[in-house]
């Protein structure tokens, strides 16, 4: 069996997951990372009050 670990894509969000995955791996647990994308990491370029505010790093892009 292997646990998924679900993360943002960021370089921030990636490191602490490959550290924790990592200390997981150690104790023999096989692990898989799933970056999970929103339309708040996509639409960089756009103010968040245009993109919709609240909930744009919730909705999963689809």
Do not use: W, Y
């Amino acid at each position: 069996m292997v646990l998924r670990a679900g993360t943002r894509g960021s370089r921030l969000a990636m490191a602490q997951t490959e550290r924790v995955c990592g200390m997981l791996e150690k104790l023999g647990i096989k692990t898989e990372i799933v970056v999970i994308k929103t339309i708040g990491d996509d639409r960089t370029n756009v103010p968040m009050h245009q993109v919709g505010g609240q909930g744009i790093f919730g909705g999963l892009e689809g």
